[in-house]
């Protein structure tokens, strides 16, 4: 058995202890924030202050439902997999898990893999002293709303919605688990030209993965071979992914690649919708650096 598959099995055996508890215990908050209970807790967020990054460590940012676990395959491709090694048996999302997964992170070999949905000022502060490279992840906000729509109706870890119009008012207000989508990019915003921080979009890693590796691969000083670009391209792709979760016998891996489209939010959103997504871009991010790079106009007009 694999350590991603024991990971896989570890979240599937979180998943089965959702089952067992009504829905309006799934999710808890912590200093205003919504977390899913069987995932987090309190006391791993406590020990997580003091963890000890290092100057290597490979360390992706992103909001719920951007492509986080797609791109932590592909940076687990870039580092263990190319290299014929497994990655460690553990749990790489910072904030999930048993506070003791620290004290197991600290005997794992360098780089480490590591990832996270939580907030810029809620990161570690080693992270900063260490001057960790980070990679941010961002989507469009439609697409994302959606995307994590679905998967709180398939993941039995969140409470599932009785409506996409009710999530989408929840979604507005930060009402979802790890926060406000706009929270988040505001406050990354400040700090997109610091030193050590790469943004990439969903939609370019769609557009044309290889180039997406590749740029990933030179921030972190990854060397790659073309030949080792194009194979992780290959094995990649989020069709591929989706293809191998479908075979897993674990059904927590199913749930996590659902569509991985850009423009599906076409099928959802109401006009007086697009209004109040439009108008909270035009107040959070339109102008902006970050706001760019998400390509509104491009990706959430119709």
């Not at 505001?186 to 997406?212: P, R």
């Not at 075979?247 to 099928?267: A, H, P």
Request: with cysteine.
């Amino acid at each position: 058995m694999t350590n991603r598959v024991k990971i896989m099995q570890e979240m599937q055996e979180a998943a089965s202890a959702a089952e067992a508890m009504s829905p309006d215990k799934l999710l808890f908050p912590y200093k205003g924030v919504l977390y899913p209970r069987v995932l987090c807790s309190a006391e791993t967020f406590e020990a997580l202050g003091s963890f000890e990054s290092r100057e290597d460590d490979v360390m992706l940012v992103s909001y719920p439902k951007c492509g986080s676990n797609w791109t932590l395959q592909l940076l687990q491709d870039m580092v263990y997999s190319i290299h014929d090694k497994e990655p460690p048996a553990i749990i790489p999302k910072l904030e999930f898990g048993s506070p003791d997964k620290f004290e197991k992170l600290k005997q794992e070999s360098s780089p480490r893999v590591l990832a996270t949905h939580l907030f810029y000022d809620d990161l570690p502060k080693s992270f900063f002293d260490k001057k960790v490279k980070m990679l941010l992840l961002i989507r469009n906000p439609k697409d994302t709303a959606v995307s994590l729509f679905h998967f709180y109706n398939n993941n039995p870890v969140l409470p599932p919605c009785s409506s996409w119009d009710t999530f989408f008012q929840d979604f507005m207000s930060g009402k979802v688990c790890f926060g406000s989508y706009f929270d988040q990019a505001v406050a990354w915003n400040k700090h997109i030209d610091d030193e050590g921080v790469m943004i990439i979009t969903f939609e370019e890693m769609k557009k044309d993965l290889d180039a997406a590796i590749k740029k990933i691969s030179e921030f972190f000083g990854i060397s790659l071979t073309e030949e080792q670009i194009q194979l992780i391209a290959k094995m990649g792709t989020f069709k591929s992914m989706k293809e191998k979760s479908t075979k897993s016998d674990v059904e927590c891996l199913q749930v996590i690649f659902r569509k991985g489209e850009v423009g599906d939010w076409k099928n959802y959103f109401t006009e007086a919708q697009n209004q109040e997504m439009d108008a909270r871009f035009e107040e959070c991010l339109a102008g902006t650096k970050l706001g760019e790079m998400i390509n509104y106009n491009v990706h959430c007009k119709s």
